[in-house]
């Protein structure tokens, strides 16, 4: 059974910083790319990241430069350490298996979430 525990969320100042981290278990984490993506309220989900096995990352212009993707393969887990935090980034952010932006939201695999509130 594919589990995925995210962990790392809270409530942070604007400019603040948070890391995310997932916890992934039941599949062969070493070949699956991984993703992160969001849900703001009222919203739909919002691919952020994914990193893949090769070492590949990719980010959602609305992030890129300010947050980082990686992966501890030995650990089975991936981060988001998300830098100069603004209050658009207040979401469930959600750790996924696979390309996010691929992968239809009905058949994504992601956990239950943690929650980011940028508030000052």
């Known amino acids: 059974e594919v589990r995925l525990v995210e962990s790392g969320g809270g409530l942070v100042q604007p400019g603040g910083s948070l890391t995310l981290s997932c916890a992934a278990s039941g599949f062969p984490f070493n070949y699956a790319a991984m993703s992160w993506v969001r849900q703001a309220p009222g919203k739909g989900l919002e691919w952020v990241s994914s990193?893949?096995?090769?070492?590949?990352?990719y980010y959602a212009d609305s992030v890129k430069g300010r947050f980082t993707i990686s992966r501890d393969n030995a650990k089975n887990t991936v981060y988001l350490q998300m830098n100069s935090l603004k209050t658009e980034d207040t979401a469930m952010y959600y750790c996924?298996?696979?390309?996010?932006?691929?992968?239809?939201?009905?058949?994504?695999?992601r956990g239950q979430g943690t929650q980011v509130t940028v508030s000052s």
């Open positions: 990193a893949f096995t090769g070492g590949s990352k």
């Open positions: 996924a298996k696979g390309d996010a932006r691929v992968i239809r939201d009905s058949d994504l695999t």
